[in-house]
C-alpha cells in the first residue's frame, strides 16, 4: 500500500493511503469562527478520539438548524411579541436560498437559538467570464428563542 507524503496531523505518525482521514474546508463549513479542528491529515486513532466528537457536536447542531423555526420579515407582525435581544446573524455567497436559510439557522443554533425573526433573503446575479450566469444568496436574521408552546398556539395555521 502506498504511503502517503504526509504525517498525522497531531502524532505525526506515517499514514497508509488509505486510513488518512481528511479535515478540510468543507467538514465544519458552517461555524461562524474558526473551526475546532485545523484542517489537515489524520490518522484513525487521531481521528476518532479527536476530530468524530467535534464532527458528532457540529452534527447535531446541524440536526437542530434544519428545526429552527424561520419567520420572514413580512411576518415581523406575527412575531413581534418575541424580544430580540441578540444582534442579528448574516450570511452571504451561498450558492442557494436553501443553504442561506441553513446557514443563518445554524448561526441561530450556536447562540443557543430554536428561532430567527425578520429573515430577509436576497439573491444577486453574478458574472462570470463577462455572462450574467449564476445567482449568490444573502441573508439576515435575529435569533430568538420562542417557547414550543408559544409557537403552537400562535403560528399553528402558519407554517414557517
Ligand atoms: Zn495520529
Not at 38 to 67: Q, W
Not at 144 to 151: Q, S
Amino acid at each position: 500500500m502506498a504511503k502517503t507524503k504526509l504525517p498525522c496531523a497531531i502524532c505525526h505518525g506515517e499514514l497508509l493511503k488509505d486510513e488518512a482521514q481528511f479535515v478540510d474546508e468543507t467538514t465544519f463549513a458552517f461555524y461562524q469562527k474558526a473551526p475546532p479542528i485545523e484542517h489537515g491529515i489524520y490518522c484513525p486513532t487521531c481521528f476518532d478520539s479527536l476530530v468524530r466528537p467535534e464532527l458528532d457536536v457540529y452534527n447535531a447542531k446541524m440536526e437542530r438548524a434544519k428545526n429552527v423555526n424561520i419567520f420572514s420579515l413580512a411576518q415581523s407582525k406575527e412575531s413581534q411579541f418575541v424580544r430580540r435581544i441578540e444582534r442579528p446573524v448574516t450570511v452571504e455567497g451561498c450558492p442557494d436560498r436553501q443553504e442561506a436559510e441553513l446557514r443563518l439557522a445554524f448561526h441561530a443554533v450556536e447562540v443557543d437559538k430554536n428561532s430567527l425573526v425578520d429573515v430577509e433573503l436576497s439573491s444577486e446575479k453574478i458574472k462570470i467570464g463577462g455572462r450574467w450566469q449564476s445567482s449568490v444568496w444573502s441573508g439576515r436574521g435575529i435569533p430568538v428563542n420562542i417557547d414550543e408552546e408559544i409557537l403552537k398556539r400562535r403560528f399553528a395555521n402558519n407554517p414557517n
